[in-house]
Structure formats: C-alpha cells, structure tokens
C-alpha cells in the first residue's frame, strides 16, 4: 500500500502498453543509425566500449546528469542512486549513460555556489544537446544544482525528469531536534556571548549532521526541489523522501523507468514548464515559507520557458494563503518530520484549491491526479488552512527609494518588533570591513541599528552570496539582543532567520541607492505597507549620486569576469543575458 508521501505514482499502468518510438523516431539515432562514414564511426565506438548493436539502436538512450562529487555532502549517496536509476531505465526498455556534471556544493564552495548556478545551466544544456541522449535524468538537491540543470533542461528541451536528492536524517542536541545550519547558527550565537561551554561546541560538530543529504530544515535545498515537484519536474510527493530513506532508493528506480516512458510520450519540459505551473510552485512557496532564494531562482527558471515571471508574483501569492507547514527555520520540524507527516502530496491537497490541478506533471498525469487522496498524519506538522503557524504572509516584496526594483524579507523568519522600524545606519562597504569590525566593543551600535552591507551582490561580490544573514556585534549578544534590522545587496541561506532584507535592486556596486547610504543615515522599514526607504532629502541624494565612484571588479578574467559581464539582476534572476528567454540554438550537424 502507498504512503501519502510515496511518489512511486500510478503511472505503471502505463508501462509495456504506450505506444513505442520507431528507431528512426529517436534523437540518439541520428548518431547510430545512418548508414555513413560517421555512423559508423559512432557505432564502433560504441562496440569499443563494450556495447552490442542492439544495446544502442533502436533503444531510448537516457542520459544521467549527476552532479556528485567527494565534497559535496548533499550528495553523498549518489553513487548507489545511479546505480537505481541505471536499473530503471534499463527495466523500461532504455539504455543508460551517466554525463557527469559539476557538483555545486553549497558551504563548501568558494565564494559562493550561486556565482556557478549559470555555469551549470550552461553545461547541462550543452550536455543534453552535443551528445546522442533522447531524454535525460537529472541528479541534484544542493541549493543550486536545483535550478542550474531544470534551466539548463528547459533550455535543451528534451523530455527530463529531475531525480532529489532528498533531506538528511534528523538530528537531535539536547534532547531537541537539530536543523542543519538553523541550530548552529543559535548556538553559535550562544558561543560566541560566551555562554556555550567548548566541549559542547565540539560535540555539536562532530554530531550534528548524521548522514548524507540536503538541509533537513525548509532551506533552498528543500525549498527549490518542493517548488520542481509543484511544478511537475519530479515524480510527485518525491522531494519529500530523506536520503537514506529505502524509498528514495526505490524514487530512483521509477525516476529513471519514467524517463524511458517520457522519450515515447515526447514529454518535454515546455509541457511541464508552463504558467500554471509556475503558480502553482509559487503559491507553493508561501504556503511552505520556503527560502527567500527561491524568488532568485524561480524568475530564472520560468523565464527559460518563456514565461513573463516577476517580483509581483510572489507578492500577489503570499496575500492568498498563509503558511501551513511548520518547519524550521520558520516553525519546529525538520524534513523527516514533514514525509511522516504526509509529506508534500498532503500539504498540496491542503491548498488544492488555490492550485491549478490541470497542470502537467514528468508521469504523465496532472497535479490534481497525483495529490488526489492525499491527506495529513500529522496536523501540527502540516496544519489545516484554518490554523496557520503564523497569520501573516510568509514573504514581503519591499520597494521604496532604496529598493526601486524590488527586495525582499522572509517575514515568518523575521521579528515581529522589527517588522515596522525607523533607525540609523551603519554601512560597511564590504564583507571583509564587517567582519574586522563587527566585534569591536566601541562599535556605535544598539538594538535600533540598521546594519547595511553593500558592493555584495550579482556583480559587486561577484555571485550574491548568502552574506546577509550578518553577524551580529558581540556587545550586543552578550547583552541578549538576537536580531537586528540588516539590509543587503545578497542573500542569506534558506536555513538563516531574523530581520533580513535582501536581494536590494539595483545592487550597490551597479549605482544602485544602497550605494548612497552613510552611516548615521535613518532608514524606515515597513513591511505591511512593502516599503524600503532612505530618510534623506532628494538634493542630498542627487548630491551623493555625483560624487559617486563605484567599487573595482574583484575578476579581471576567467569564468567570473564573463559572470560580471552578462549576469542580470537579483529581480531578473540572475541569469546570464544571452542565456535568458526562449531563443532556440539549433541541433547540433553530424557528419
């Protein structure tokens, strides 16, 4: 008997009865099949490595995009993943071939994952399109492997089915559950006032992660593979699965039958990538109190398909519902927590109705179809429309004379005192000025502070990383104080809280007015009203703006600087400019 979370759907009855592709109908045959000098040669290098005739001719060939390395814990599991996937596709008839792709490794990589998002968007649409690959699995959960290959597979345009990662196991630290990057930024906090003892810090390093797999909080892992799921890329109510889970084993399997399944249904991504389903992964999103990132990657991501996407689609989607799922770093569970309790499947019919149920999903049945039955276990987990863990929308879209095109703030993360705020700046122009500052004893701060950092986002770092959950000065935390107003040009993790704005646009380092600012400048929030502004006169800002000299670029060369070159701004995604949009690029000539 299925599990309400189980996302092994009912698209079996399908198997061995759809209609089959002739052999000339397949992509991969314009390598194998011709009977000329390059077919040939393409055909002998197949029997090179081991391969009969019949194992490549005539048969779907499936390539498998994985994104595992040896430093990338999310996807420490991967190894014996593949070789499921591997299974399945071979069961239904395919012929498996794994295209290694780079592993975004989120903490891990330098200086940010999200500087590479583009770049494996870019290799996972040119992997897709150069080699003889009928349909394609795509391996992924770490932040940004998410959104880097569902843009790159939009793209290329061949049918593709996302297989997650899925959460790590739950932790636990005195006797409370422990979300991965939520808690140890707390007890880091608590270290850092000195009310931590050492050997505690220790152990909770060493036992704090228990197993491979993503953050097991609602994190960008988690948030943007729910949002693929919503949006139909993977087999439904599959992103819910832990890693180390037999079902994600079992998740595997099916991703990589279906995938045979989608290359004879011609199931491509422009199917599954439509508006609806943009909704329908947005209203998603409130309801979740998923990751402010997810606002960065789901404009890049429905872009790609064509879709007019924008700031306001988030804005319009958090007035209609309220958070329902109670986990960290919003509410009190972790991932785990959330399959037992349903899962996605059952947090989706909760919200059915604000849902388009038509939209299409990788098995080949709709939304409505695959959540249909679907029901909550756990009702503090997953709550009832009727009793939302908080009664406010989960994100605020801010403008104002410091955010013209757009910024936003996690409001379920934020806190409540600060969410209508009037103070003072206190600018630092860098990541590394903050950092040979913030623990100072005569820094002029208190708890009516607006921390500013800047030169930090697209462009300025460059790549936007999560610095904008700022520390907060020592002299306060040994006071009590835990959060402060902290306004940026980047991002914050997915698992970070407090009273964060984000995503300022235009950034600093561009000549946006985040650049204007000085300390001691007062600056008003308002989150009911959506309002970001600098309290200073017009004429002085014109002023300023004059005398203005924007900051060098950190790269003169390599990958980077072609990133400061074309990227686009945090309300337009963040995607390269020639890589957004719907421009086709042709299939590539074999001769």
């Known amino acids: ?228 799921d919503a949006m139909g890329f993977i087999l439904t109510g599959g992103s819910s699965i832990p890693a180390a889970f037999s079902g994600n084993m079992r998740l595997a399997t099916s991703t990589g039958e279906r995938a045979v399944e989608m290359v004879h249904e011609d199931l491509t991504p422009d199917r599954i990538a439509t508006r609806k389903s943009y909704e329908n992964a947005v209203i998603t999103d409130m309801a979740l109190a998923g990751s402010t990132n997810a606002a960065i990657h789901m404009i890049a991501i429905a872009r790609r398909a064509g879709i007019d996407a924008t700031l306001d689609d988030f804005r319009s989607a958090a007035d209609k519902v309220r958070v329902i799922v109670n986990l960290k770093p919003s509410g009190e569970y972790l991932m785990q927590e959330f399959y037992d309790a349903g899962g996605l499947r059952a947090a989706l019919n909760e919200i059915a109705d604000l849902l388009h149920l038509d939209a299409m999903t990788v098995s080949g049945r709709t939304l409505g179809e695959e959540i249909g039955g679907a029901s909550i276990v756990d009702a503090d987990v997953i709550r009832a429309r009727s009793n939302p863990i908080i009664d406010r929308p989960s994100l605020a879209v801010l403008n104002g004379n410091l955010a013209p095109d757009g910024a936003v703030l996690k409001v379920t993360a934020a806190s409540e005192r600060l969410l209508k705020h009037e103070g003072p700046a206190l600018v630092f122009d860098s990541i590394d000025e903050l950092h040979a500052n913030i623990n100072r004893d005569d820094l002029e701060v208190d708890e009516n502070t607006v921390m500013v950092l800047r030169n930090c986002g697209p462009v300025g770092a460059p790549g936007m990383p999560e610095w904008g959950f700022m520390p907060l000065p020592r002299k306060l935390l040994k006071k009590g104080v835990r959060d402060l107003v902290r306004i940026s040009d980047c991002r914050m993790s997915g698992t970070s809280y407090g009273t964060c704005v984000l995503h300022v646009a235009p950034e600093a380092a561009v000549g946006g007015p985040l650049a204007l600012v000085r300390t001691g400048d007062t600056i008003r929030l308002d989150v009911d009203a959506g309002s970001l502004d600098l309290v200073v006169d017009d004429d002085e800002l014109e002023a300023r703006r004059a005398a203005l000299s924007l900051p060098p670029r950190v790269y003169q060369r390599g990958y980077a600087a072609l990133y400061v070159d074309h990227v686009l701004q945090a309300n337009d995604g963040c995607d390269f400019d020639f890589l957004a949009g719907t421009a086709p690029t042709g299939e590539p000539k074999i001769f």
Not at 68 to 76: P, S
Not at 192 to 212: F, M, N, Q, S
């Open 1 to 228: 008997m299925l599990t309400n979370a189980d996302p092994v759907t009912h698209h079996f009855r399908f198997l061995f009865a759809m209609p089959k592709k002739s052999p000339e109908d397949l992509r991969s045959f314009r390598w194998f099949g011709p009977d000329t000098q390059r077919g040939a040669t393409h055909r002998q290098r197949f029997h090179q490595l081991g391969y009969r005739r019949e194992d490549f001719i005539g048969k779907p060939v499936i390539g498998i995009l994985n994104t595992w390395n040896d430093i990338n814990t999310c996807h420490g599991h991967f190894p014996e993943r593949v070789k499921s996937i591997r299974r399945g596709v071979s069961q239904a008839g395919g012929l498996p071939l794994e295209l290694p792709a780079i592993s975004l490794a989120e903490v891990m990589q330098k200086p940010t994952t999200m500087l590479y998002r583009n770049l494996l968007a870019m290799e996972a649409e040119e992997l897709i399109r150069s080699y003889p690959v009928d349909g394609v699995v795509l391996m992924g959960g770490c932040d940004k492997t998410t959104p880097g290959l569902i843009m790159g597979a939009i793209s290329a345009g061949i049918p593709a089915i996302y297989f997650p990662a899925g959460p790590m196991l739950a932790g636990s630290y005195g006797g409370r559950s422990y979300g991965a990057g939520t808690d140890l930024r707390r007890t880091w906090d608590d270290r850092k006032a000195g009310i931590l003892p050492e050997e505690e810090w220790l152990r909770l390093e060493r036992e704090g992660l228990r197993a491979p797999g993503t953050c097991n909080t609602m994190g960008t892992a988690s948030t943007m593979t729910s949002l693929m």
